[in-house]
């Protein structure tokens, strides 16, 4: 039984982690040494939302990491941001942000 609800488990999360897309294109398929991850908090909540420079011109509207439904992925957490990618063989290098507090930059590297 423990077998069974581990590898539904593991098949969930296959599945909802092969849905992420940038511009169309699948994250996993993305192949930059380094990422810019701009982290934008919504008005009100606690939700993170992220763009993402990987080096393609790609119209600002258009970096948001979004999920198989085509609305933009919400974080709860900059650290849930940082589990995310390092999911995906990244690490965090350094962070900084354009005004004091959001948005915030992630600068990713490949591990």
Same mark, same amino acid.
């Given at each position: ?43 009100? #909540?606690?939700?993170?939302? +992220? =763009? ?7 119209? %600002?509207?258009?970096?948001? @990491?979004?999920? /198989? ?18 999911? #995906?063989?990244?690490?965090? +290098? =350094? ?7 959001? %948005?915030?930059?992630?600068? @990713?590297?490949? /591990?």
């Amino acid at each position: 039984m423990r077998k069974h609800i581990l590898f539904l488990f593991a098949a969930c999360a296959l599945s909802v982690s092969q849905a992420q897309t940038i511009n169309g294109t699948p994250l996993e398929e993305i192949t930059s040494e380094h990422l810019d991850v701009r982290v934008m908090s919504q008005a009100f #909540y606690r939700i993170r939302v +992220v =763009s993402i420079d990987y080096g393609e011109f790609i119209r %600002p509207r258009d970096a948001f @990491l979004l999920n /198989k439904n085509g609305e933009r992925w919400e974080f709860s957490s900059n650290a849930d941001v940082l589990n995310f990618f390092s999911g #995906y063989g990244y690490q965090l +290098v =350094s962070s900084y942000s354009e005004n004091e507090g959001y %948005p915030l930059h992630f600068v @990713l590297q490949k /591990k």
